[in-house]
């Protein structure tokens, strides 16, 4: 009994600190018939340290029309979206990029900007961070992407 005691003592540390490798989850939604939703969701922080709910998503049609599209949500009554604004994206090789507002005459709601990537996301460097500049009231706030997140979308953008 001592033995196993100390056979637990002895490895179980080290299970501890060796993490199991790292998966993307792309969520994947039937709609409608011949309509599919992929998702990639993830919560990130801006530069003051509020959390911010990213969710890029592509969604399939009947006939394969398909397009890609970024979802920003702040806490209600604290993050307000300017609309119609552009959302600025700068990735590591400090290319400037423009995203279209999708909800340039009506939004769900305050805190929701959603944005039009499906011909720039091929643009974007997966080799480093991305830079996204969200048009809110009082100035922007900056929230930078990890380059593992960009690679996630690129995946999910070529391969559903």
Request: charged share 15%; proline share 7%; net charge negative.
């Amino acid at each position: 009994m001592a033995f196993l005691v100390a056979l637990l003592f002895f490895l179980l540390p080290s299970t501890l600190l060796v993490s199991p490798p790292a998966s993307a989850l792309i969520r994947q939604q039937l709609e409608a018939p011949g309509q599919t939703l992929y998702q990639s969701r993830h919560s990130l922080r801006d530069r003051s340290g509020k959390t911010w709910q990213v969710i890029l998503f592509k969604r399939i049609k009947v006939g394969g029309l398909a397009n890609v599209q970024l979802r920003l949500v702040g806490f209600p009554e604290q993050t307000v979206f300017q609309h119609p604004a552009p959302l600025n994206l700068k990735d590591s090789q400090n290319q400037q990029l423009s995203a279209s507002d999708v909800f340039a005459d009506k939004a769900p709601a305050p805190n929701v900007g959603q944005y039009e990537l499906t011909d720039i996301l091929d643009s974007v460097s997966a080799s480093g961070s991305l830079e996204l500049s969200l048009p809110v009231e009082n100035g922007e706030t900056q929230i930078s992407v990890p380059a593992v997140i960009i690679l996630e979308w690129q995946y999910l953008a070529h391969e559903y």
